[in-house]
């Protein structure tokens, strides 16, 4: 479904249960429902899948990376193609990182200063400065629907004087993102929230965005390490915080548990590489939590990865024929990635029409799984497992 060329049209809220909610965001390539997983592409692809496959098993919005795409092929290169979408074939709605991530990722090659931050380039060797300024151009030239504001990222296990650094300059970068901005009209500059662990510091910065109004705000600076009960209280504070009528995406967020309990305080999107990446190591996600499919167990095991799943994958394919080919052959890992994203997007599906119809609890329970001496069960820091 199309949108009008529209950059913001405030979520239509189309149920809620307690501070979960279920809504309609208008994009300007897609009407798209809440909550929703976003797979990552980083250089304008998701390993292993066409964007018809993606398409075919609902994803919404997908994300490409501000840094890597301004390396390879270049912003100019996708600008004087028709931009992001019409380069890669994607009919439906975006989201662009601003490359604030790759303080983090790549510290090793990276200096920030008030400027802004210099990389060398893992290409050529070449430093690389981008500002926020610079973000928000190449962003511009990309043309997605969504695009991030640069702001200064710092793990979350990292105390002290730098966590007050980075947020106040998060909030001083954003007034020179706004200002750079020039497609205000088709682009959605979102804003996002930083301030480590410290309750303080998340609070003055949700409130310093908040006075930017903001098409829609992210929750930064999580899933990087902390405890899951210091990781939910953040979500939880800047949730109740953040505006009503806005979209609220928290960042790098892929495991179920995780969506399904932020979902419950109230954000809306998410994204994180780990099904595909999972994926490439031969795991498959299930209900009852994670399936390995280069356990011996599975070379003679005639039945669908989840006799549950309606994805071409489980219709299609044993776990006997899939543990033959994720050891050797890389269709292995694309049909795993096929059938990990379904997963997600039917995760989507089932939140959003559970608190519409008034059903969020019964999505909470834990699965009682009939098969666990196949089922590798994740470790409660990165669990699968619906529990509350």
């Known amino acids: 479904m199309t949108g009008p ?6 979520p239509s809220v189309l149920g809620r249960f307690n501070r979960a909610r279920a809504a309609q965001l208008t994009l300007p390539h897609f009407v798209s429902q809440t909550p929703l997983f976003m ?4 250089q304008g692809t998701i390993k292993g899948l066409t964007t018809s496959q993606l398409e075919e098993i609902g994803a919404q919005i997908i994300l490409g990376n501000t840094y890597h795409l301004a390396l390879r092929p270049t912003s100019e290169l996708i600008d004087e193609l028709g931009g992001l979408h019409k380069f890669m074939n994607w009919p439906r709605a975006m989201l662009t990182d601003s490359g604030g991530f790759q303080m983090v990722s790549l510290l090793h090659l990276a200096d920030i200063t008030e400027k802004g931050v210099t990389f060398q380039s893992p290409v050529d060797g070449k430093p690389m400065l981008l500002t926020p300024e610079e973000s928000i151009q190449i962003q511009n030239r990309i043309g997605a629907d969504i695009i991030m504001a640069l702001d200064d990222v710092v793990k979350t296990t990292i105390t002290g004087p730098r966590i007050e650094e980075a947020m106040y300059r998060t909030l001083r970068w954003i007034d020179r993102c706004i200002e750079a901005h020039t497609r205000p009209h088709e682009q959605n500059l979102f804003g996002i929230v930083q301030g480590g662990l410290d309750p303080v510091l998340r609070d003055i910065c949700v409130k310093g965005l908040v006075d930017r109004n903001l098409p829609g ?43 399904v309990v932020c979902s419950s305080l ?17 795991t498959a996600l299930v209900p009852e939590g994670v399936l390995k499919l280069k356990q011996r167990a599975m070379a003679d095991d005639t039945r669908p990865i989840d006799p549950t799943c309606a994805c071409m994958v489980c219709k299609n394919y044993t776990r006997a024929y ?62 699968n497992r619906v529990c509350f």
């Open 217 to 259: 705000y992210a929750i930064g600076g999580l899933a990087g390490g902390e405890d899951k009960d210091s990781f939910w209280r953040v979500v939880a504070q800047c949730t109740a915080s953040l505006p009503e009528n806005k979209p609220r995406y928290v960042m790098g967020v892929g495991y179920p548990l995780d969506i």
């Open 39 to 42: 797979p990552v592409g980083t």
């Open 322 to 383: 899939i543990h033959c080919l994720v050891t050797k052959e890389a269709m292995g890992s694309q049909l795993l990635s096929y059938h990990n994203l379904y997963y997600m997007m039917q995760l989507s599906r089932n939140l959003h029409s559970a608190i519409v119809e008034g059903r969020f609890p019964e999505i909470c329970k834990t699965p009682k799984p009939s098969e666990r001496h196949f089922i590798v069960s994740l470790p409660y820091e990165t669990s």
């Open 5 to 10: 060329v529209e950059a913001y049209r405030e």
């Open 266 to 282: 109230g954000a809306d999107m998410y994204d994180c590489v780990y099904p595909t990446r999972t994926a490439r190591f031969g």
